[in-house]
Antibody
């Protein structure tokens, strides 16, 4: 079955760039949307953005100026880069596959999540 | 952005009860509404997509309904393992916003 696994540094210094990778197994990245969602400790879910296998991406406007999503179909991976991070970017970051139809999109399955802390 | 308001923020119910969680959107979204369950320390899990479609493997005691701006998730005959947080999400337009979540406690 399809499995996703986030990887990257768990600690990032303020003003630096957060970089995360999601590795997909059990499915090709082609012709599918892939998403990032984050969740600060004790809080709700925030949609970060999503990217199609062609590289076309949609971002949350609240993050758009600092966010870059990319995809590498040869490695079956997609990545998130968030620049100029602050403590407000501290969260568990999840990657997920987006199933899209004429009736909207839904995320399934999700990776286990990775805790990222922004601190000096 | 489409605002999603979920209620209640928390509730407590007994095994065997029926619980209803509501989700209201700031504009009509047809049936573009999903529901997720999240247990502590775990990733969210898809329960319902397109308002009322049960994801494969999800028990039939979970059901969803609604259209345009008002949606509900119903859990019939509550089981102890249903203790979790529940989130709705609209996928009518990006950003795909989530409700604030409902924390369900089993008495």
């Amino acid at each position: 079955q399809v499995q996703l696994q986030e990887s990257g540094p768990g600690l990032v210094k303020p003003s630096e760039t957060l970089s995360l990778t999601c590795t997909v197994s059990g499915a090709s990245l082609r012709n599918i949307y892939w998403s990032w969602i984050r969740q600060p400790a004790g809080k709700g879910l925030e949609w970060v953005g999503r990217i199609y296998s062609s590289g076309s991406a949609r971002y949350n406007p609240s993050l758009e100026s600092r966010l870059t999503l990319s995809v590498d179909t040869s490695k079956n991976q997609f990545t998130l880069k968030l620049s100029s991070v602050t403590a407000a970017d501290t969260a568990v970051y999840y990657c997920a596959r987006d199933v899209s139809s004429g009736w909207g999109s839904w995320s399934d399955p999700w990776g286990q999540g990775i805790q990222v802390t922004v601190s000096s | 952005d489409i605002q999603v308001t979920q209620s209640p923020s928390s509730l407590s119910a007994s095994v065997g009860d029926t619980v209803i969680i509501s989700c209201r959107t700031s504009q009509g979204i047809n049936r573009y509404l999903n529901w997720y369950q999240q247990k502590p320390g775990k990733a969210p899990k898809l329960l319902i997509y397109v308002a009322s479609n049960l994801q494969s493997g999800v028990p039939s005691r979970f059901s969803g309904s609604g259209f345009e701006t008002d949606f509900t998730l119903t859990i019939s005959s509550l089981h102890p393992e249903d203790c979790a947080s529940y989130y709705c999400q609209q996928s009518y337009g990006t950003p795909y916003t989530f409700g604030q979540g409902t924390k369900l406690e089993i008495k």
